[in-house]
Nanobody, 116 residues
Framework: QVQLVESGGGLVQPGGSLRLSCAAS????????MGWYRQAPGKQREFVAA???????NYADSVKGRFTVSRDNAKNTVYLQMNSLKPEDTAVYYC??????????WGQGTQVTVSS
């Protein structure tokens, strides 16, 4: 079983920035993909960004050019740098990790609120 600990959420004004972190520990064999999803009130959870072991990244259209996903393989940690934040980015952000043996794991979620 893989445990994920997220940090970095909070309240920020429109146009501001936040950096989320997610550290994986436990029964890690080889992590293939690490990424982020989010869920706004009354909406379904949606994909935000992901990075695979080779370094390729993928982003939702709504965050392209504003968010950057990166990972530190030595620390089994994934980051999400969020710039030019908008009120519609307000959501609970969840870390997602896919390990070759352990399978898929989810973090507990961290709240991001964009408001003036």
């Amino acid at each position: 079983q893989v445990q994920l600990v997220e940090s970095g959420g909070g309240l920020v004004q429109p146009g501001g920035s936040l950096r989320l972190s997610c550290a994986a520990s436990g029964s890690i064999f080889r992590i293939y993909a690490m990424g982020w999803y989010r869920q706004a009130p009354g909406k379904q959870r949606e994909f935000v960004a992901a990075i695979i072991s080779g370094g390729s990244t993928n982003y939702a259209d709504s965050v392209k050019g504003r968010f950057t996903v990166s990972r530190d393989n030595a620390k089994n940690t994934v980051y999400l740098q969020m710039n030019s934040l908008k009120p519609e980015d307000t959501a609970v952000y969840y870390c997602n990790v896919d390990d070759i043996l352990a399978g898929e794991s989810w973090g507990q979620g961290t709240q991001v609120t964009v408001s003036s």
